[in-house]
């Protein structure tokens, strides 16, 4: 709602101050709107176009850029969870309550970070507390993997097939753990408000010298305010990309879904193809 509000103030600053340029227009001395002032305004007006277009185009790209590798860094991590729950099955009994807590983190997880899909089945905590306002670190989810993270350390492998499960679990669990703390730095906000307002002045500026330098007819004005609509959706879809987890456009949870379905299957009995 935030982005979609921001945006209309964007398109409404554009409109108004063009229709500012119009009306200033009348108060122009004949001088002031000679063809050589309205070609040297001209001159000005594509300098600043050819800059603001620029940068929005830079920061467009590097907010689509970072969108899609939080979409490939949650696909790394549901890679982990499934590549970690087999390990586990592996070793034996004696890691099936570091399963159990893996898939309860799963579950948690898709549960509480995509709160307006339908949760997975089962009893586990919801709306979990963050460790600090913004950010989507929970203190609940982080204290299972701590201790997942624990007890694969303290296990005591009996013969080297086991030794060897062993430095896999904790090497996966290391790999789990580090991508987690990526997604979820990754995950906050990027674009510098500062520089996004002294963006949206530029283009507050380029819509107020063409008001100065513009005839009036519908045509003209049709055109200016598909361009402010155009540029305002711009923003738009550039602040909903920078919050990859809120609002229209967000990451899929179809990974962790996915890997979720692979963790929760029951194991094949011995001798099965």
Known sequence: MFELTTSVVV?????????????????????????????????????????????????????????????????????????????????????????????????????????????????????????????????????????????IRALQPADPLHQTLAADLRARMNALLVQRLQLIENARPAISWPFLLVMIFWLVVIFAIAGLSSSRNLLLLTVTALAALSLASAIFLMLELDTPLSGLIVISSAPLRDALVHITQPPLPPGAP
């Open 11 to 151: 398109l409404l600053l554009l409109v108004g101050f063009f229709w500012v340029g119009l009306r200033v227009q009348h108060y122009l001395r004949d001088h002031h709107r000679s063809r050589e002032t309205i070609d040297s305004i001209r001159v000005i007006i594509t300098l600043l176009v050819t800059f603001a277009a620029v940068v929005l185009g830079l920061l467009l790209s590097s907010t689509q850029a970072r969108f899609a590798g939080l979409e490939a860094g949650l696909r790394g991590l549901s890679i982990d969870i499934t590549q970690l729950d087999s390990r586990m099955r592996m070793y034996g009994p004696t890691a099936d309550p570091l399963r159990a807590d893996l898939i309860y983190y799963t579950k948690a997880a898709i549960a509480d970070t995509w709160r307006d899909e339908p949760a997975p089945p089962g009893d586990y905590q919801h709306r979990l507390a963050t460790m600090s306002p913004g950010s989507v670190e929970s203190v609940a989810l982080t204290a299972i993997l701590d201790r997942i993270d624990l007890a």
